[in-house]
T-cell receptor, first 109, second 117 residues
């Protein structure tokens, strides 16, 4: 069974700082998805990483994938309050996405 | 035009009742899913249909019964509701089964918050 672990689960950041969220998964997967969820809202797709070494950037967020290490990272650069949300990683396997526990990010002044 | 729409958005009911949640997607996708999100935000797959055929049926009590009348619709019926069924239920759809070919992003509905008293 595929296990997905995110680290950290809670992240309190100051505006302007950088930080990285880690996503480890237990079984081989050649791709990985990152989603964002605002409180009380749906899940919004952020990145799709389709191969080993893939790197995608959107604004202050950059995601990467190392399929050999079974590791994906979501790097936050110069955090702003608008980035406060829960972030999920999800590798696909067996026709479904298996989600990590989520990382609750709070950005404060 | 909402891509994946769920009704109702909120559902408050008594233990023992039966309720249904409906989901419709207008994206032309072949695959639809039900996910359950608990109070700790953990998301777990319940069911998946591909072209109206049940593909994934996770370890879910048989009080939960999905139905897909056509590719665009996936409904969830729950019998004899229990306190532990309280959660947010998300419907999602994707062009093909997750992990198959291309980006194949899952698009989620707004969620249906079920509260069992």
């Amino acid at each position: 069974e595929l296990k997905v672990e995110q680290n950290p689960l809670f992240l309190s950041m100051q505006e302007g700082k950088n930080y990285t969220i880690y996503c480890n998964y237990s079984t081989t997967s050649d791709r990985l998805y990152w989603y964002r969820q605002d409180p009380g809202k749906s899940l919004e797709s952020l990145f799709v990483l389709l191969s080993n070494g893939a790197v995608k950037q959107e604004g202050r967020l950059m995601a990467s994938l190392d399929t050999k290490a079974r590791l994906s990272t979501l790097h936050i650069t110069a955090a702003v309050h608008d980035l406060s949300a829960t972030y999920f990683c999800a590798p696909p396997r067996g026709g479904k996405l298996t989600f990590g526990q989520g990382t609750i990010l709070t950005v404060h002044p | 035009d909402t891509a994946v729409s769920q009704t109702p958005k909120y559902l408050v009911t008594q233990m023992g009742n039966d309720k249904s949640i409906k989901c419709e997607q207008n994206l032309g996708h072949d695959t639809m899913y039900w996910y359950k999100q608990d109070s700790k935000k953990f998301l777990k797959i319940m069911f998946s249909y591909n072209n109206k055929e049940l593909i994934i049926n996770e370890t879910v009590p048989n009080r939960f019964s999905p139905k897909s009348p056509d590719k665009a619709h996936l409904n969830l019926h729950i019998n004899s509701l229990e306190l532990g069924d309280s959660a947010v239920y998300f419907c999602a759809s994707s062009p093909r089964l997750a992990g198959v070919g291309g980006a194949n992003v899952l698009t989620f509905g707004a969620g249906s918050r079920l509260t069992v008293l």
